[in-house]
């Protein structure tokens, strides 16, 4: 059996949701469970709608609830023909929305943390109740299956750990390939010991496609975008972008771990574990090989570029001037973690640590705070930092010309710049 996953982008509007069910139907024959997304920007709607919901602004909540409702029912009129599956899948979505306005007009808990998930999480199930009914609608007989009640997490809301063995158990009981040839069920999402909704982290369906590979053992997960594959740069962005025919399992984490889009980080551990190869095709050529991620080692790489933009560089200083020390970084990363703010580069000196994260933290400002307690504090926003696997002192030096160079790091195969 296959494990197919298909992001927001490849299914974000009708003609999108027909192509879906036409790569679906190439495979009639084959055992094939389907991990999707919201449908394209359904996620960051729901966040706003959860951030009316905290900020207790009724006039936008209601707003907001009628835009997201107003675009899923379009999608629903544009996709069926007028029959029992459209009759269907609109009461479907019916409960699920009377079920989202419910829970919006109870009053808040005051843990926005746990409301985000519970909030958020409408995105996939909408989508995937839409998509089972649609592939339904064009003979593809299918199975729903609520991720909830097989992807165990624990309860830290917004980014929950899987609980593997639990998740493993569930899904082998849950998925029989006996009853049908194919399973559609929600990325992102699982659910607490006490039986509430998790999500593992935005851009997560990814991980939730592998967590599935893994416990199923299935014999490959293809992930279908709007890119042919990997490329060694952003594809939309540059013209010269190259396409990689074959990836390692290593280089593939050291990619997404520096902030390479194309992959959820957490996705390919799980697979490499158990030998599975992952596909990174295009939704548009479904025909053409796209990138494997398979190999254990590799050479004759080309030089592959990541940019992250938008970046805050943060450095601490102790205010009596001693040496940094370990004292000094326990307290660093219990607030990091406090605060929720994930790191994407770090350097020491004698007397300063720098961190490098998001710019967009919302939780940003208490840290400041926080730590302007205990240390000196300096900080830039708006920096850009660059990645640059398998690089030579030429492109190097191309990148960084004419540039305010705040911090350089080089390895025998990554140099990393933050830059203006
Ligand atoms: N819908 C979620 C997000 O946009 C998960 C995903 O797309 O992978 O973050
Ligand atoms: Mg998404």
Redesign the pocket.
């Known amino acids: 059996m296959k494990i197919f996953k298909f992001?927001?982008s490849s299914i974000h509007n009708t003609s999108h949701i027909r192509n879906f069910g036409e790569i679906v139907k190439r495979f009639s024959d084959d055992e094939i469970l389907i991990v999707a997304?919201?449908i394209d920007k359904?996620?960051?709607n729901l966040e706003l709608l959860h951030k009316y919901y905290v900020e207790n602004k009724e006039e936008l909540l209601k707003k907001q609830f009628d835009r997201i409702k107003k675009f899923h029912y379009g999608i629903i009129e544009n996709l069926f023909d007028k029959n029992d599956n459209h009759t269907d899948c609109k009461l479907k979505i019916d409960t699920v929305f009377f079920e989202l306005e419910q829970r919006l007009f109870t009053p808040f808990s005051g843990d926005e943390d746990k409301e985000y998930d519970a909030i958020v999480s409408f995105?996939?199930l909408l989508s995937t109740i839409i998509l089972s009914k649609y592939l339904q609608s064009i003979g593809v007989d299918n199975l729903w299956l609520d991720a909830r009640s097989v992807i165990k997490t624990d309860a830290n809301y917004r980014d929950a750990y899987i609980v593997w063995d639990k998740t493993e158990t569930l899904i082998n009981k849950a998925v029989d390939f006996g009853k049908t040839k194919k399973y559609l069920t929600q990325?992102?999402i699982g659910s607490d010991e006490n039986g509430n909704t998790t999500t593992l982290?935005?851009?997560?369906?990814?991980f939730t496609a592998s967590i599935f590979g893994y416990a199923l053992g299935a014999e490959s997960v293809t992930v279908w975008k709007d890119v042919d594959g990997v490329f060694n740069k952003d594809p939309h962005k540059y013209s010269d972008a190259k396409k990689i025919e074959e990836l390692s399992y290593h280089e593939t984490i050291e990619l997404s771990y520096y902030g390479a889009q194309v992959i959820?980080p957490k996705t390919i551990k799980p697979l490499q574990n158990k030998k599975i190869p992952l596909f990174v095709k295009s939704f548009y050529k479904p025909d053409e090989k796209g990138t494997l991620i398979y190999t254990e080692n590799q050479k004759n790489l080309p030089p592959i570029f990541i940019e992250k933009q938008n970046q805050t560089l943060l450095t601490i200083y102790p205010l009596d001037f001693s040496f940094i020390v370990e004292k000094h970084l326990e307290r660093l990363f219990f607030l990091l973690a406090k605060y929720k703010i994930k790191t994407s580069l770090l350097q020491h000196s004698a007397i300063s640590f720098s961190i490098v994260f998001n710019d967009n933290y919302k939780t940003f400002p208490d840290l400041v705070e926080e730590l302007k307690k205990e240390f000196k504090v300096l900080y830039n926003t708006g920096l850009t930092l660059v990645t640059i696997r398998h690089y030579t002192d030429e492109l190097l030096a191309e990148i960084t010309s004419g540039k305010e160079i705040f911090i350089e790091q080089k390895t025998r195969k990554t140099a990393r710049f933050v830059l203006k």
């Open positions: 992001g927001g997304s919201a359904t996620t960051n995105g996939e990325g992102f982290g935005r851009e997560g369906s990814d959820h």
